[in-house]
């Protein structure tokens, strides 16, 4: 250890000494206590007693990517809140959904987007997109003590590759496990409880090569059928303007729809069922 990083700017050696790319690395040595997954958690199941995020849907497009998560938290049979956000930009050119433990899972979010940012600035570049997906296994891999009592994060990733290869989609989705496994998806993924009506759902509306604004369609529409069978995903809620986060994400970067967009997608797949339930 040399003298400079002995102290006299007043910093811990471990703030000087590493030159490592990963943020979360660094917080390993320099403050293990604030990882996510390194905190003592009571040896015994407590899922029942904290606010769980639920339904995320990502599907890809002709051109990019779209990830969308209801607005409902639960706890156990409990709506805990009604207006959770669960989707996130991670960096410009990336989207992360969270479903699981929503306390864990936010902060697991802030610590990604550290990461990615801390990386660039130390690198001087932008991770891969494979990079990233790696980068995010390892962080819900460090959480699977936690994920044994009950307190699983399942996130969702989903980003657009500026390394695509010509004729190939550069909107690319990965789902994972709470082992840290890692799974890249083809054209649409779902996770959380309502993620087997979204995928359902999906199978019908959902066609390689869709524009835009027919995918993002498609994407409300998984979440609002989710909704319908799933009584912890939230549907949309006109009485207090809450409708469904959706991201887009393209080759001018991670963008949020506005509320009344995505409210007009929702009023139009209700004014259609409605009309063909009058019908039957």
């Given at each position: ?10 910093f ?6 590493r030159v490592?790319?990963?943020f979360?690395d ?7 206590d ?7 958690v ?7 007693v904290?606010p ?11 051109g ?26 991670a960096d ?11 306390g864990i ?5 802030r610590?990604?987007q550290v ?10 570049l ?5 990079g990233?997906?790696?980068r ?10 936690a ?5 699983a ?21 990965f ?8 799974y890249e998806?083809?054209g649409?993924a ?6 087997l ?20 369609t ?19 809620d ?6 469904p986060i ?8 991670a963008?949020r ?11 139009t ?12």
């Open positions: 250890m040399s003298e400079y990083s002995a102290g006299r700017s007043g811990p050696p471990a703030y000087l000494d490592g790319s990963s979360t660094f917080l390993a040595v320099a403050a293990p604030l990882l996510p997954g390194r905190r003592p009571p040896q015994m199941p407590v899922g029942d904290t769980h995020g639920t339904t995320i849907v990502s599907v890809t497009y002709e990019g990517v779209l990830m969308g998560g209801d607005r409902r938290a639960t706890m156990g049979n409990l709506i805990s809140s009604r207006d959770i956000e669960k989707v996130y930009p410009t050119w990336s989207v992360i959904g969270i479903a699981g433990a929503a899972a936010i902060e697991m979010v610590l990604y990461e990615l940012e801390h990386y660039e600035k130390i690198e001087g932008t991770l891969s997109l494979d990233k997906a790696n995010l296994a390892q962080m819900i891999r460090g959480n699977l003590g994920a044994l009592q009950g307190l994060v399942v996130p969702l990733f989903a980003g657009f590759d500026l390394d695509a290869a010509p004729g190939t989609s550069p909107g690319r989705i789902s994972y496990d709470v082992t840290g496994g890692n998806e083809r649409y779902a996770v959380g409880s309502g993620s009506f979204a995928r359902n759902s999906l199978k019908k509306t959902w066609r390689p090569n869709l524009d835009a604004d027919a995918a993002t498609s994407l409300v529409e998984a979440l609002y059928d989710a909704a319908d069978d799933d009584s912890a995903t939230g549907g949309p006109p009485v207090r303007r809450l409708y959706v991201y887009r994400v393209d080759a001018e970067g963008v729809l506005t509320d009344d967009e995505v409210a007009a997608i929702a009023k797949i209700t004014d259609e069922r409605a009309a063909a339930e009058g019908q039957g």
